[in-house]
């Protein structure tokens, strides 16, 4: 079992020296392009610091056999302004993630074994799918506490342009963007 | 089994756009405070972007059973420039990553059971220890990807500084601090 | 006719105090995360800050009516280290720009009538299409000197995947698939 | 004619997942060094992305026959965070631009024939002069949405500085001084 | 003596321009990871950009015999979003600031004579020990309007961290530990 | 007398982590947008933090009656990558730092009694004049390591720019310009 504790310096409560080393999220407050206010060094507390939404497995029972838990300063407050998010992929068989990209942050993602990283540079478009039999899971970081979601899917076909639109510019037969709006929600 | 794909831009090796969406290091040539100069897109691989040196656990036969594997850009050269780096923590019984900081970087640590995950904000203290009877192992991953790294005894003792003077700037007494510098090859 | 002149500060080439007011790229020297390494101050001319390669309407002729003319770094060394790179989007009637993001970059665009302005955030898909029966030209700046550009049918099709990944990960039928990979020249 | 479209993320409202990917301004709310705080993302509208204030041209019935129509976070609520601000300029026959920096961002200016571009560098001062015979337009952008502005003859006499301290400061004499100081309504 | 004057650009208040060009702090918001909110332009006045907290000697009748004065963006408005930030130290004979980091800035020292400059990178240990019989102050600047500041022995001893636990991270002995625990107030 | 110590973290050496904790600069390659390259770690010695160029006052039997004696990473390459840099102003009786701007660099200015600090925003016009009967020196910090300097009356008048041009953009008579242009070297 691991004991890990970072020393959060508790002379800050006492000076009034700016505590900017750590920003953890006022969720009440607005955003702000660099990240949500800060809630008052004398509210902060160690567990602030710790985040356990990524220990249970999301759920994988929907259209893609797959989900993403993120752990995005929306969720776990600590990282506000830490340059830094993560998420749990979770993958039943055949299941995927489908083509996205991330406009606000690179990733690094673990696969827990063989122990490989890799990096997906800042808005690239990429994937992850299951190809065995039994089911996966997988552990990611951002380069930001916003990283952002552009799933290449909803952003073409679940809104309501036009399908000639979309087709021009996708050069997909109309047929098929009508049938993916379909399936996605999307009009037009 | 996961399969994951990254799309890298084609079309750059065509064009004469930038690429800076990705800069792999080339580590042959001097960093910049910004990182590595890239190579040449048309020498980009996929595999640039893979790292396979954290699937085998440290050596952990050392004065604190425990061992620290670098992902940074030195070892990952698609890091460069991504604002991320990664390694892997191991841990015999017993084992301890001293009390140490990353001047450079703000740190989420994975915690493979229960799916915990911990950010430590740049530059603060932490340590990681064992206190389990098993080995043990953690992934951890920095908002950049030269996060740096300051292991607090060899800060303080493995050094050349007369004892006298670290005793009086860190309130241990000289005897303690010949016995630390002796240990850690200090001298002074 | 507008005459319009930027004070070089001349005085730098005396003092020795470093120039990073600007940057003019060395397109001889490799990149970095940051951009080009810089010519020496003494050799920066006025004639290094304008560009006039966004005066001849690219060429039209091809699979989408349209053109792009980057005035990135690469083309336009003086924009190097200042954060802002520029393009002429040229659209032929029925000409269109593909669904596409600007990976690191955000991006304004002007049209010139009726002098409207638009704003496209970083890794966000976009295009641009001529519905009219003229040519049409629009003029846009990148938040970036490398914004990067990842047109979406080049990502998916422009390569050598496998069909059914390509598939399974956009929901695209593998017969429409394989026609766009035929088209743009993909494999798999 | 042409049509434009970003593909705004619908999945965001959807999620939790942060909305970074932009930050429309609320102009209701304080400033901050980053830009505005953002108004909430179920309430953010394509139109807002779009700016039209450009279009109309600037009064140049004026002392400098010239005017500058601001494009920037205050007018234009979608540019907030992202790097980026615009501007018309319209200039009569002898209109003038004076001699002034943007303290806080580098410039690109279009001239729309030939088609030319130049950048000013963060902070280098510059002009734009109409030598012609009928009036003139040009369309910038700037490396920040805050790109600020300091006209130099504003800075230098519409102020209540002792005539005596701009003169040796500036090494004008101080019936000139002086006199600017009355066109300018400065005093001292 | 100096007279030094800033030209605050006063046509912002007329103009709807933003104003970033400054940032003074209002104390009474939330801070967020970019600094505080700002006043509006026209509440600025010019002794916002005027500290005079560092005229006058800390009281060094402590246990360090030395005092920190900081001169932050919480003490010093005017500094906020500027990327720096300012303290005096005063040490009496054998006075000591402890080992200590910046975690969130680099900093400069002036020591008035003879003239020389230090710089300490950003979260790197170091100290100031006055060895002489006279005391003795200097002048340091920080890369950030917070900079931080993690005393060495607060953030280890005065915390109710196990004292073992402390130990064995530290490599101190357990009676050490529980002894600096006394001295500054920690448990445990 | 101060003594003043910076831990440098001597494991780097041993390790292979990525030193960006420092990056010392390498004077003899190309600077880029970030700064000069690093010299190798094991090449960086303590005293390549110190830097004793602000000891001596600068000539001031000149034009001014003043000097700037820079300690940017051009003189000092330890604050390479710090953001951060210095400079020392010496002023006689009547001396004049004329107005200018730091087009990189917010600047604060310590005036040694009594302990007064300045802060002057990026890129805002400024000077400094000494009032007094006798010499005066300053001791200035930047918010870069690479401040720029633009001196206003160099920048306008030591140059080559047609006299009405000059006068037409900055309101000056052509008289007054010409008078400067021959004190300061211009033509035109």
């Given at each position: 079992?691991?004991?890990?504790?970072?020393?959060?310096?508790?002379?800050?409560?006492?000076?009034?020296?700016?505590?900017?080393?750590?920003?953890?999220?006022?969720?009440?407050?607005?955003?702000?392009?660099?990240?949500?206010?800060?809630?008052?060094?004398?509210?902060?507390?160690?567990?602030?610091?710790?985040?356990?939404?990524?220990?249970?497995?999301?759920?994988?029972?929907?259209?893609?056999?797959?989900?993403?838990?993120?752990?995005?300063?929306?969720?776990?407050?600590?990282?506000?302004?830490?340059?830094?998010?993560?998420?749990?992929l979770d993958l039943a068989p055949k299941g995927v993630i489908p083509m996205h990209t991330h406009p606000g942050a690179s990733e690094v993602l673990f696969t827990l074994k063989p122990g490989q990283v890799m990096v997906f540079p800042q808005g690239l478009l990429h994937f992850q799918i299951n190809a065995g039999k039994s089911a996966a899971a997988a552990f990611v970081t951002f380069s930001s506490a916003s990283p952002g979601l552009q799933i290449l899917d909803f952003a073409l076909f679940a809104n309501s342009l036009p399908t000639e639109l979309v087709s021009a510019t996708t050069f997909l037969d109309p047929t098929i963007v009508k049938k993916l709006k379909g399936v996605l929600g999307g009009t037009g």
């Open positions: 079992m691991l004991r890990i504790i970072v020393l959060l310096p508790l002379l800050f409560a006492l000076s009034n020296a700016s505590v900017q080393d750590f920003c953890v999220a006022n969720l009440k407050r607005a955003e702000t392009p660099a990240g949500y206010p800060c809630i008052r060094p004398i509210h902060v507390k160690a567990k602030d610091f710790v985040f356990s939404g990524l220990g249970t497995p999301g759920n994988t029972t929907n259209i893609i056999n797959a989900a993403v838990t993120p752990g995005f300063a929306a969720q776990f407050p600590g990282l506000n302004g830490q340059g830094l998010s993560t998420a749990r």
